[in-house]
């Protein structure tokens, strides 16, 4: 699915359902570049991934500034000049004003820097999980896929038994236990075991790879197990590993607040979005505030990953090529068929735009032309 | 085949013993169960200590009181089920019996709803790729998917519920409300439908005045006080539903299936306008069913009497036209009952419910009980099908865009075969492949799924009794939900694998 091999020219093979001019639109794409520079052009084609990593970035940069940061009993203040305990006097009948602009609860603390702080705790859950469900996810498939046999069966049945459970169902559990520790801890529980789908997908990966002539070159030169794994396996592997971690960062943002919302999750004194929410659930008629600021930044935080996530898969995925749009195809096609002297089918216009449809696809392949041909291996 | 499922079986039980006992120990070691009796002040504190103690076994150790609870499960084999009692002393059994119902009643619909509304969309987002349409609806799937459930509930009750309720209240229309819905409602079928500039153009005009037309006419008649769709809508949708599902499933071309499709319309419109009084007056659910058995049947039976070189073809869409004109028609005998329903003492007027899975002692009908389930089931039902669609839409999308990139749809399209022939038989089947192992994974978790739903709604539902149990350091509650949603888990990725084996002979068992 997510191979990312570069693109061979092989004259004569042609990508199924790829017309010249279209193979010619794509390989002007990729021509000279590193497989990296690929992946950054393709992502920063995608609009919505760029626009969702601007405004992530900023959500980030406003949540810790403001209300700043506590490390165990370090404490750093921000530039604003409340923090997410404190009560202040009440303005306005608690309305939204200029000195509180997200207004404040019924007992006076300014919801600006509460929002804020949650943002800080669910982020930090985010990543912390993200961080570890990706090294555990990727060590225990990489041993299974590249060992294979007993390795293999006894990490793939303890993924079994972990898989098994509920995800919401472990952070309930342990959160009852440990949930007043704080969102770090959290992070880590949810980490430690949301990582069994990312953990079948790089096995998957580590099985059809290590059979693959590169590999046996490696190790025909003497290179250890660790070398092959690590310099010429995992760096193919990279484009699963990065898009299912964005989706498991995603997954962890929304776990979290459901937790906390159920009240196995972030305890007070200390707060998350999803026990914003859950705390002020009754007051929406009366202070929709309370609602509409914790569960706005709970959206676009994970709306901003998502889109991440589909522009990194974009940017990894040779397959899920982007298709020419017919205007573009019919000006290569042009240009190809004067070259040729010969009429190229015109765009019939309706219904065409942009699908995959008979769009101009009535120009016969020429032998030896070059086509990318991006190495699918299908073995999955 | 049976080596495979047997091999399966057993290595998953083995599996699923090592989860409970986790599970079991986890729950039983994240508190105290007897906290809320050691700081209450009661006099008689030591002898309820002592009852609860005997009550839960609390004298044996967590991984050994395990295997009390085991030994329960195991009578489930020779038919006598043990599954403990919760911390008040009720039998687990009957409490599971009763959650499980509400959930079944909960999920059901919306798992249907969700799976069919998001292949649609994913469908016909592949086929307009990177236009205007596939943009939006890519950014609504994403939007919804990142909604947290809790917080889309508050809205829903907010904003539809207490809403609408208000608005029966004084149900008229202000033009501007109406000219909104008509623009959007042009916007919507104009991306939908798509093609050059002056169809586009053509598409969003009648959809706007139709949209506003019927909007006009419904503030007019003041229908939402007595709502019906009366006899021209139903004789309308049997029509329309009998070219409808020709087109999709055999083609207009296939003129047998077409006359037994209006065939089937007509008899539906004749049952509609001449029998339903005499059928409907005393309807009880296992008539109903029967009556849906019964169209199902008709329709095969007329579209085969068509017949043709392929009567098969004929029956299937006579069948599904029938069920469909079925469909329109207990709608509007619902409707029917509607301000009855709203009227009533109980319900005052404020008919869409936000709590809970049904009006106490509401007494009534067949057809009143069927819309007071509506209403309690619409919300949560709203709010599920919100989130859930994302990831049926992105994977069908997918799935349709690799199929679309083969040879063989190449040469489907060079044979001179039919855009419906090409899209409908040769990409969705092969399409569906990878979706439906992903559905029957699906419908073996819904029933855990709903856990926080059914807290916002107020269900007594799996998820109710799991969190319950969770909250009172109460194992036996927690485990009866986890055995039943991790049997289904495992039973479904059992389904899921042999159906992907059944649907792509490239796959083999083994």
């Not at chain 2, 927690?478 to 055995?483: E, Q, R």
Request: aromatic share 10%.
């Amino acid at each position: 699915m997510t191979n990312v091999n570069l693109p061979i020219p092989e004259p004569g093979h042609h990508e199924p359902g790829i017309t010249d001019a279209e193979s010619n639109i794509e390989l002007k794409e990729v021509e000279g570049l590193s497989q990296g520079q690929i992946v950054r052009k393709r992502f920063f084609r995608h609009r919505g991934a760029v626009i969702a990593m601007i405004v992530l970035g900023f959500i980030v940069l406003l949540s810790f500034s403001s209300v700043g940061v506590v490390i165990g009993d370090l404490r750093i203040p921000g530039w604003w000049p409340f923090t997410w305990t404190e009560l202040t006097d009440i303005v306005d009948r608690t309305r939204p004003s200029v000195t509180h602009p997200f207004g404040q609860d019924e007992v006076g603390r300014d919801i600006f820097a509460v929002v804020m702080r949650g943002a800080q705790q669910s982020l930090m859950v985010m990543v912390i999980a993200g961080v570890i469900a990706t090294l555990v996810g990727t060590a225990l498939g990489a041993l299974a896929g590249y060992y294979r046999r007993g390795v293999d069966s006894v990490i793939m049945r303890f993924t079994d038994v972990i898989i098994t459970i509920p995800l919401i169902v472990i952070g309930a559990v342990l959160g009852n236990g440990l949930g007043n520790l704080g969102a770090a801890v959290l992070g880590v529980v949810i980490g430690l075991f949301s990582w069994t789908s990312l953990a079948r997908l790089v096995r998957a990966e580590f099985l059809s790879l290590r059979e693959r002539e590169f590999v046996d070159a490696a190790r025909v030169a003497g290179a250890s197990d660790g070398r092959i794994i690590f310099r010429h396996i995992l760096p193919n592997a990279v484009g699963v590993i990065i898009v299912n971690s964005t989706l498991l960062m995603a997954a962890a943002i929304l776990l979290e607040t459901a937790l906390s919302f159920l009240g196995f999750g972030v305890e007070s004194p200390d707060t998350s979005l999803g026990k914003i929410i859950s705390d002020n659930q009754a007051a929406f008629a009366t202070r929709p505030w309370l609602f509409w600021w914790p569960g706005l930044f709970i959206v676009a935080i994970a709306l901003c990953i998502n889109f991440i996530g589909d522009g990194l898969r974009d940017a990894f995925d040779p397959r899920q090529k982007r298709v020419p749009s017919a205007r573009t195809l019919e000006k290569a096609e042009r240009k190809e068929s004067g070259h040729r002297g010969s009429a190229g089918p015109s765009d019939t216009g309706s219904n065409t735009r942009g699908t995959v449809d008979a769009t101009g696809r009535g120009t016969p392949g020429r032998p030896g032309s070059t086509a990318g041909s991006p190495d699918a291996d299908g073995g999955r | 085949m049976a080596t495979f499922v047997i091999r399966r079986l057993i290595a998953s039980f083995f599996v699923f013993l090592a989860a409970t006992y986790l599970m079991y120990i986890l729950t039983a070691l994240s508190g105290d169960p007897l906290e809320e009796l050691r700081l209450s002040a009661s006099p008689n504190k030591e002898s309820l200590i002592e009852a609860r103690i005997n009550l839960l076994n609390l004298d044996v150790p967590p991984y050994l009181r395990y295997f009390i609870w085991l030994a329960g499960v195991g009578g489930c084999f020779i038919g006598r089920c043990d599954l403990g009692v919760n911390i008040q002393g009720q039998p687990v059994t009957v409490l599971l019996g009763q959650a499980l119902g509400q959930t079944l009643q909960l999920v059901t619909t919306a798992a249907i709803l969700a799976i069919i509304i998001g292949i649609v969309i994913g469908i016909v987002t592949a086929l307009r790729q990177y236009s205007g349409f596939d943009y939006g609806v890519t950014f609504t799937t994403f939007l919804f998917f990142s909604l947290p459930i809790f917080w889309v509930a508050v809205l829903l009750k907010q904003y539809v519920a207490i809403g609408f309720n208000d608005f029966l209240q004084e149900p008229t229309i202000p033009p501007l409300v109406i000219g909104v819905l008509a623009v959007l409602a042009g916007l919507f079928w104009m991306a939908l439908i798509g093609g050059a500039i002056r169809r586009k153009v053509i598409v969003f005009a009648i959809a706007a005045v139709v949209t506003a037309g019927v909007l006009v006419y419904m503030d007019l008649t003041r229908w939402f006080e007595n709502p019906s769709l009366g006899p021209v809508v139903v004789i309308l949708s049997a029509v329309g539903a009998a070219y409808g599902v020709t087109a999709i499933s055999t083609g207009l071309k296939n003129k047998r299936a077409l006359y037994s499709s209006l065939t089937v319309a007509g008899v539906g419109v004749l049952f509609y306008l001449f029998l339903k009084p005499f059928v409907f007056y005393a309807m009880t659910l296992p008539l109903y069913l029967g009556l849906a058995v019964g169209a199902l049947v008709i329709g095969g039976l007329i579209g085969w009497l068509w017949g043709g070189p392929d009567r098969w073809q004929s029956v299937r869409t006579a069948a599904i036209v029938a069920l469909l004109i079925g469909v329109v028609i207990s709608i509007d005998e619902h409707m029917r009952w509607f301000s009855a329903y709203a009227g009533s003492s109980r319900v005052g007027n404020r008919p869409i419910a936000t709590i809970g899975a049904e009006t106490p002692n509401l007494g009534g009908n067949f057809w009143i009980q069927g819309v007071d389930t509506f209403t309690h089931v619409l919300l949560p039902t709203l709010a599920l099908i919100l989130i859930s669609i994302a990831s049926y839409t992105r994977y069908t999308r997918s799935s349709m865009l690799e199929v679309l990139n083969q040879d063989y749809i190449r040469t489907a399209r060079a044979k001179g075969l039919t855009e419906r022939t090409v899209v409908v038989r040769h990409a969705f089947r092969n399409a569906m492949i990878p979706i439906a192992t992903i559905v029957a994974f699906d419908i073996g978790s819904i029933v855990g799924g709903a856990v926080i739903t059914e807290r916002v709604f107020g269900w007594t539902g799996m998820g109710q009794l799991f969190v319950n149990g969770l909250d009172h350091i109460d194992p036996n509650p927690v485990m009866a939900f986890f055995l039943v949603t991790g049997t289904l888990a495992i039973i479904f990725n059992l389904i899921a694998d042999l159906v992907y084996a059944a649907l792509d002979p490239r796959i083999r068992l083994s």
